[in-house]
């Protein structure tokens, strides 16, 4: 897709198929090249005299997931704003999307490099470490924070690879980073004995260097007119509100779902510490599964975006059919086999029988969750795709407030970890039912020559 001439014009349900599975598969292993270079940097750390240096690392991980929860935004609002530009065969909207968002996500990524001290403070006296671990999370954290510009516009340009379907570019970004990542880990950590610093700074400069690649082959496919007459263009204020609202409202259906596990794990450690392994283990297995699914979500999000550019609402009916019936078998097939075989594989995390035994007693849930969670993550890529960030918002904080809320408060009265379950199902039962009712008011078409594309 050139930024010069978008010539994607999908007519049938059989043109985009094989471009659906294309880029829902690239984004997998995209996804799940991510938790590699985590496990990576854990068995290095974990290799060294000092154990404080990986209980360093992994503390300090948890604070840059807080601060870092809405550069995945900065991604999925790209994607949808590019996506639909494509959609519309509208060049210059396609290079301007490119350079708001991204100012947007430098100036967030400079603003956190210059808090980084009250971050730092702040944050680690809410997670309150041990004095040992907290030097080896503080060092990690210091040499870290300074790649938080590069985090934030790769963030911007997977967004924008994404919507005008680049999966190769996107697979070969993510490639880099985290290869980059491994190779500098090994290198500063073990041979140069930077420990946990060497961690952060392998993980900073990673990012800048696939920045620096990223950049390269944006310039590349921006030709020299395109860029120059949109530069007086990019300062429109009335556009900025508008990505600034789309972020927020994504922000907030982010954090409704971040602040539901976090509550969950939080009554899970209340009801025992056996009940808190056995639910950290099947939230594991719930992780694992979103990165799978959330691949057929960011491809729904991109088709969905064009086809609304184009006013295809046909194709737009048989997207959400196709993507949800997918993300379903896929779902099933993953929940299914872990029900079937709960000893063998989840004997792999633990050598504890009582937990193993223990945990087949919950591992039913994973039916109805992960079938539930596959519909409403594809719901939720398709409106993001159109850029329906307040129907998002407000689903999400329904679903948070009505549905997981009430059941949860009812499993820490009764200390019922099986109603404990229930209430995070309901979470997406909510999401999934808000959401389907929603999807035939946007296959309405706007105008009489639009009446083609229903059927």
Do not use: H
């Not at 946990?196 to 950049?215: D, E, M």
């Not at 009335?238 to 990505?243: E, I, L, N, P, R």
């Not at 937990?355 to 849930?365: D, P």
């Amino acid at each position: 897709m050139n930024p010069t001439k978008t010539d994607t014009l999908f007519v049938s349900t059989e043109d985009f198929i094989p471009q659906f599975y294309l880029l829902s598969i690239t984004n997998i292993l995209s996804n799940l090249i991510i938790p590699l270079v985590g496990l990576v940097d854990a068995a290095l750390l974990g290799k060294l005299p000092d154990i404080d240096n990986l209980a360093g690392v992994l503390l300090a991980t948890i604070l840059f997931e807080y601060i870092y929860q809405l550069f995945p935004c900065l991604r999925s609002a790209t994607n949808a704003m590019t996506a639909q530009a494509v959609g519309e065969d509208d060049s210059q909207a396609i290079a301007l999307t490119l350079y708001r968002n991204g100012i947007v996500a430098l100036s967030i990524g400079v603003l956190i490099v210059v808090l980084q001290f009250p971050l730092q403070t702040v944050g680690f006296a809410l997670l309150n470490p041990a004095p040992e671990v907290k030097d080896a999370a503080i060092a990690y954290f210091n040499t870290r924070i300074w790649g938080a510009p590069a985090v934030a516009l790769n963030y911007v340009l997977i967004g924008w690879f994404l919507g005008q379907q680049k999966n190769f570019t996107n697979l070969l970004l993510s490639c880099v980073v985290n290869g980059i990542n491994i190779l500098l880990a090994y290198l500063i950590i073990v041979q140069l004995g930077l420990e946990s610093a060497g961690a952060g700074i392998a993980a900073a400069v990673s990012q800048y260097l696939a920045l620096t690649i990223g950049l390269i082959i944006v310039f590349v496919e921006i030709p020299r007119k395109i860029l120059l007459s949109t530069i007086s263009q990019i300062w429109n204020w009335v556009a900025f509100k508008a990505t600034f609202t789309f972020i927020g409202n994504l922000l907030i259906r982010y954090l409704s779902f971040l602040s539901t596990l976090l509550i969950f794990t939080n009554l899970s450690s209340a009801l025992g510490v056996a009940i808190l392994i056995q639910n950290g283990l099947l939230l594991k297995i719930i992780d694992t599964s979103i990165y799978i699914i959330q691949g057929f979500g960011y491809a729904t999000s991109s088709f969905a975006g064009i086809f609304k550019g184009q006013g295809n609402y046909q194709l737009m009916k048989s997207l959400i059919r196709l993507s949800i019936g997918t993300s379903l078998l896929l779902s099933s097939i993953l929940a299914f086999t872990l029900v079937c075989f709960p000893k063998f594989i989840f004997g792999l995390f633990t050598n504890n029988l009582e937990v193993v035994n223990e945990i087949q007693s919950y591992v039913i849930w994973l039916i109805p969750i992960l079938g539930t969670l596959a519909a409403s993550f594809v719901l939720e890529g398709y409106f993001i795709g159109l850029k329906e960030g307040k129907l998002l918002r407000n689903t999400a904080l329904s679903a948070f407030s009505l549905g997981f809320i009430p059941m949860a408060f009812v499993a820490w009265y009764t200390r019922s970890n099986q109603i404990l379950w229930l209430s995070l199902w309901l979470y997406f039962v909510v999401i999934m039912i808000v959401l389907s009712t929603q999807v035939s008011k946007t296959l309405i078409c706007e105008s009489t020559e639009e009446q083609k594309f229903i059927v």
